[in-house]
């Protein structure tokens, strides 16, 4: 399996310049489309993976541990579980194989069973949060990480499984990033208690593997050719002070010059951001004459409804481009076809945790290396591409060469707390591919002792009864926290309801072209409590037409969404019921919700200056109130909020009216001195 050829070199353009050209080749032929009509078993032969199939097989059979690379389209997902499967391999326990996105895990599982010719959830099924699609008869599991992490809390040696394969490794996610740490401990334990061997597979898409290699005791690598075609790359020669210009230039410039079976796929940062550019794409191809030829833009970000995301991989009518404006979402969990050109803006929308000011922020910012090589191999599935890189090359140069993994830049409670659940010895020393700093472990053992979750005595940390209880929700500790003090509020029912709303993609669609007409439907549900409140008026209206689709579209709510809501809400509702908590409802009581989420989410609190202005009680940052908030006209005293985007400026996003009073009697040492009201 030889090792992939180096990046291709890169050329010079200059958006916006007239001299520039697109530098295609004569007679260069349009993108193949996918033949569905091709038998399954001959789709799975022509894959890149196929011709190494014995190869993989033998050296997989000996293995403990290995590292496996292979470019997007190799087909490294979907055949080496069914190649496992099919040699026998791990066939006494089952295979897992994780993703870092539910949309990934559940969307390959469906498509290994269709492979298979099974049933999903017989020999093939999926489990992400709030969803669990197996049987008995499972053997191919996908999973997210997340959820082979909470498995690990109640059998820290996966005993179930048999091999465990990492998919995604690059992306570096929290839950990946502790699963590595899991596994190798559950591989080491379990040989030396001489239990079943467990087989560990790490897959990536980058060539950055040297760190997963030594971490794993030094494992072999083993690299497999991608379906990758020459891509053709281009920088700008000066610097763009405005990105997002420099696209819209880039693009039309392409449009006018490309045949209409070329497709272009452009990468921004974030919601807004896209349906801003669809709406000028939009109006500025209308005035361009018809030898330009028609344009479809669809845009793709998590919280579209899916119904809306699937556009992506429809085929434009005879004469039309196809443009399609994305987030991150579309460099590794998709696969579209006939995306020929490529325009990488170089920015992402990332959280980013301070330790010392105790705020989690989401805040654009230049992607890695590996990030580009990502985007730019988007353009060479199918046949020759070209990618447009709206930075210079020597700004390319500075860029990090891989993303900095998540769990060196966000809160680290949800981890820690998890580590303690999984009865970790030391969590300081918790074995961690990149370390996280002291700081930002020693901050999130201070959140989750205000949330009384840990005690502390010496150098060791233990989970509180508080803790243990905390641990059986799928969630981050201040919602955890929030549930299980909604019964001294007798509000559970409700802010189980609250919870279920925050814990998925968006419930509310928002379409720019009909802004007036979702002002108006959304009146009746605003509650001027807050948005909270509001959310809970548009779900119980929801659940009162019993999910009626028609309503939903008349409201501009996210059906999908909202009935995963109810999964949700259903599931965590069991988990409560399990712990013997009364299931109370405040019924018209709102002022106990609030209440009750002021206890639970004390942290993330800010109040009002005599300037108009926030600042956050903790440590006085200013922030504001997001637009898209129902109380952003208002000029509320005191407020709890879920987020803090960092756009120009630092805006709170979800917001709940709270007294200071619910707050000093939350954490009454942590709000000491701190709200202006009770000083003086």
């Known amino acids: ?245 420099a696209a819209l230039i880039s693009l039309f410039q392409i449009h006018q010059e490309a045949p209409s079976s070329h497709d272009i ?72 076809s006939g995306i020929k050109f490529v325009i990488d803006t170089g920015m992402v929308k990332a959280k980013r945790y301070n330790p010392d000011s105790g705020l989690e922020v989401l805040a654009v910012q230049r992607v890695s290396k590996a990030q580009a090589w990502q985007r730019t191999g988007r353009a060479g599935r199918e046949d020759s591409g070209v990618c447009y890189r709206l930075y210079t090359e020597d700004q390319f140069d500075q860029f990090n ?75 981050e500790p201040r919602f955890a926290k929030t549930i299980l003090l909604s019964s001294q509020f007798h509000c559970t029912e409700e802010v189980l309801t609250i919870v279920s709303l925050l814990s998925v993609d968006s419930v509310l669609y928002n379409p720019p072209s009909r802004r007036d007409d979702v002002l108006s439907v959304r009146r009746k549900f605003i509650s001027n409590e807050g948005d909270h409140m509001t959310l809970l008026n548009i779900y119980w209206a929801f659940r009162n037409v019993k999910g009626n689709k028609d309503w939903c579209r008349e409201n501009f709510v996210n059906s999908r969404n909202m009935a995963l809501v109810s999964e949700v809400r259903s599931q965590l509702r069991e988990t409560c019921m399990k712990l013997g908590m009364a299931m109370e409802s405040s019924r018209t009581d709102t002022a106990n919700i609030r209440r009750c989420l002021a206890h639970g989410l004390f942290m993330n609190a800010a109040e009002l200056q005599p300037d108009g202005s926030y600042y956050t009680l903790h440590t006085h940052q200013l922030v504001s109130i997001h637009p898209s908030s129902v109380l952003f006209q208002g000029k509320p005293a005191y407020v709890v909020f879920n987020e803090l985007l960092h756009t120009s400026k630092c805006y709170m996003r979800d917001l709940c009216l709270v007294d200071p009073d619910w707050l000093h009697d939350a954490a009454p040492q942590y709000f000491r001195r701190k709200l202006r009201l009770l000083k003086s």
């Open 401 to 475: 060469n891989m993303t900095v993994p998540e769990i060196q830049r966000c809160n680290l409670a949800s981890v820690m707390l998890q580590l303690l659940a999984l009865r970790i010895p030391n969590v300081l020393t918790f074995d961690f591919m990149s370390k996280p700093s002291p700081e930002a472990v020693r901050a999130a053992i201070e959140q989750l002792d205000l949330l009384g979750a840990v005690e502390r005595m010496d150098d060791q940390v233990t989970l509180t009864p508080m803790g243990k209880k905390m641990a059986s929700f799928p969630l």
């Open 1 to 245: 399996m030889p090792q992939d050829p180096a990046p291709p070199p890169a050329k010079k353009f200059k958006p916006g310049s007239p001299l520039f050209r697109l530098n295609r080749k004569p007679g260069m032929l349009p993108p193949s489309k996918e033949n569905t009509s091709v038998p399954v078993e001959l789709q799975r032969k022509h894959l890149p993976i196929y011709q190494a199939r014995e190869q993989l097989i033998n050296q997989l059979r000996q293995l403990h541990s290995a590292v496996l690379i292979g470019e997007t389209g190799s087909g490294k997902t979907t055949q080496i579980p069914q190649y496992l499967f099919e040699a026998g391999i791990g066939r006494q326990g089952l295979v897992a194989i994780t993703q870092p996105r539910r949309v990934a895990a559940i969307s390959l599982a469906t498509r290994v069973s269709e492979e298979k010719r099974c049933q999903l959830g017989k020999l093939v099924g999926y489990t992400v949060r709030f969803e669990d699609v197996t049987s008995a008869e499972t053997k191919l599991k996908f999973m997210t990480d997340g959820m082979l992490l909470r498995e690990a809390i109640g059998d820290p040696l996966l005993q179930r499984y048999t091999v465990v394969i990492l998919d995604e490794a690059h992306e570096r996610t929290v839950h990946t990033d502790v699963l590595f740490g899991v596994v190798k401990a559950a591989q080491k334990k379990r040989r030396e208690q001489n239990k079943f061997s467990l087989k560990v597979i790490i897959m990536s898409a980058t060539m950055d593997v040297d760190l997963f290699s030594q971490y794993f005791n030094n494992a072999p690598v083993l690299y497999l050719e991608g379906r990758q075609h020459p891509i053709k790359i281009f920088y700008t020669k000066q610097p763009q002070t405005d990105y997002l210009q």
């Open 265 to 336: 796929l452009v990468f921004l940062t974030g919601q807004e951001e896209i349906e801003a550019m669809a709406r000028t794409c939009r109006d500025i191809a209308k005035h361009l004459p018809d030898s330009c030829g028609q344009m479809v833009v669809i845009p793709l970000y998590a919280s579209l409804p899916h119904t809306q995301q699937l556009r992506v991989f429809h085929t434009a009518p005879k004469g039309c481009r196809k443009v399609i404006l994305s987030t991150n979402i579309a460099e590794t969990s998709i696969t579209i």
